[in-house]
């Protein structure tokens, strides 16, 4: 009965039809997987990597394009992307103020010894940005974990070359700035194909069981601090006050004796000069003198009253005397 069922639907015009265009179907079916499969689109921040049965061929650039289908695969990397990867913290949400998770393993990380043998929190990002895909994908098994081991041997090596106070005060730009050298140098050794930015210490900090006590030693030294440069200011404002006046006095004191020395060499000077006049005259020098000092002595003297042996004559002269004073 099956038997003629089969028959009769084998007879029918249907099935003519369809066992004439079923190789047709079936043909556009294949076209339409392969038009799939043949193009692809890359993005405006992205590179296609292009291998050939596991071979690298070709890298294209953003835009539509075209491969092999089912022989070639394509790869596409954020070249243009700026990456990062966090140490000692996870962002936990990213926004204008962002949420920050801390756990076991990131502590565990972020826990590191300094020189002087003593324990620090480091909490640090690395940003990067991929530049050569090819080694990004083929040169090692797995780049982004690569890096992340080389960044915390890196940090933890420049963090025991510097002592604990170096590291949570006045170090920190040097260790970033040291840390991405290095970084940069192995992921160039190791053929990453990776590009590192900055390096940027998030945040420095003593363990939790002696932050306290580290606190209380650093406002001690902030308190030191500002006691030296209050003793600094006090210095800068007597020393050159004490200065000044101490310049002042000496250039007195040279002033006065350089008026004494001067005023002795004019009378050494005048006393020559007189005694050159006198040896050629000795009377006329002798009365000359005389006159002189009688000129320069007796205005000193005030009211004068001069009378002769006898006594007479004293009014007039007296008249004469208030005359000329009136006058």
Known sequence: MANNENSDFRASPEYRKFKKHYKTVILLVVLVILAFNAFFQIGAEEVGVVTRFGKHVRTVNSGLKTKVPFIEDVYKVPVERQKKQEFGFRTAQAGVRSQYARSSSTSDEALMLTGDLNLANVEWVVQYRIDKPHNYLFKVRNAESTLRDISESVMRQVVGDRTVNEVLTVGRAEIASKTKALIQDLSREYSLGIQVAQVVLQDVNPPEPVKKAFNAVNEAQQQKETLINQAKSEYNKVIPKA?????????????????????????????????????????????????????????????????????????????????????
Not at 262 to 268: I, P, S
Not at 301 to 326: A, C, R, S, V
């Open 243 to 327: 200065r000044g006046q101490a310049e002042e006095t000496i250039q007195n004191a040279k002033g006065y004796a350089t008026r004494r020395v001067n005023n002795a060499q004019g009378e050494v000077a005048r006393f020559n000069a007189l005694y050159k006049e006198y040896v050629r005259a000795p009377e006329v020098t002798k009365r000359r003198l005389y006159l002189e000092t009688l000129q320069e002595v007796i205005p000193k003297l005030g009211d004068k009253i001069i009378t002769p042996k006898e006594g007479g004559n004293t009014i007039p002269l007296l008249q004469m005397h208030l005359k000329n004073k009136q006058q």
